[in-house]
């Protein structure tokens, strides 16, 4: 019996008998297609009226490649899941802390300090004062400083009013905008990255458990 190596599906197909009814094993088709366009080759025994055998790869031979890719697939789920989370985190971060500084005496006080001070409601307009953030720790001495202490509420606005760096945006807290603006694209771009390639890993399974199934040992 003649064997014939493959390494492209247009070889196999020569080889396919002009009356087998191959719309029956699309998947199969499917699966070798993928199979030979990642670059795997098949080992066949030609066939007058069916299928050739499949000599390679063999069952054995397939099952140890797919427990190898679903282990490295379960990694990439992993770090998937990770980023994912940090997508989540980014994108709700200001929500999430407009509902936490509900909880907080601080916001309050500075809500009520606005009421009957002017000069103090008028200075944390100027400066944009980052009050929904008082959940943050990064952001909480801030708030607790420019409502406590008015040197530093003067010099504070002085800054925001005069500094070169905030001449296109009077916000004290642009950073915080800038850095979840920032998270929330490199968390995305590894996120969708992440996403293509578990999806690649799976297609790469399923061909070769389509090829198992075809394998005669």
């Not at 789920?77 to 985190?89: D, E, H, M, T």
């Not at 809500?111 to 959940?135: G, N």
């Not at 606005?157 to 004290?172: A, H, L, M, P």
């Amino acid at each position: 019996m003649r064997k014939d190596l493959i390494s492209s599906f247009s070889q196999l197909e020569k080889m396919l008998p002009k009356k087998l009814p191959v719309e029956k094993e699309a998947a199969r088709i499917t699966a070798l297609k993928h199979y030979l366009s990642k670059g795997g080759v098949l080992h066949v025994a030609p066939s007058e009226n069916e299928w050739p055998k499949l000599l390679y790869p063999t069952k054995a031979h397939l099952k140890k490649k797919i427990g190898e890719i679903r282990a490295l697939q379960e990694q990439y789920a992993s770090r998937l899941s990770s980023w994912q989370k940090k997508f989540n985190g980014a994108k709700n971060y200001k929500s999430l802390n407009n509902l936490k500084k509900i909880k907080e005496p601080l916001f309050w006080k500075h809500m009520a300090k606005c009421a009957v001070d002017k000069d103090y409601r008028a200075d944390s307009e100027k400066v944009k004062l980052p009050v929904h953030l008082v959940a943050d720790q990064r952001w909480k001495p801030m708030v607790k400083t420019f409502l406590r202490d008015v040197d530093y509420r003067k010099q504070l606005v002085q800054t925001v009013d005069e500094s070169i760096v905030y001449r296109n945006n009077k916000k004290v807290a642009q950073y915080a905008d800038l850095l979840q603006s920032f998270r929330m694209e490199q968390s995305n771009r590894k996120v969708e990255e992440l996403k293509q390639r578990v999806a690649a890993l799976e297609a790469d399974i399923s061909a070769m458990q389509e090829l198992a199934r075809w394998a005669s040992f």
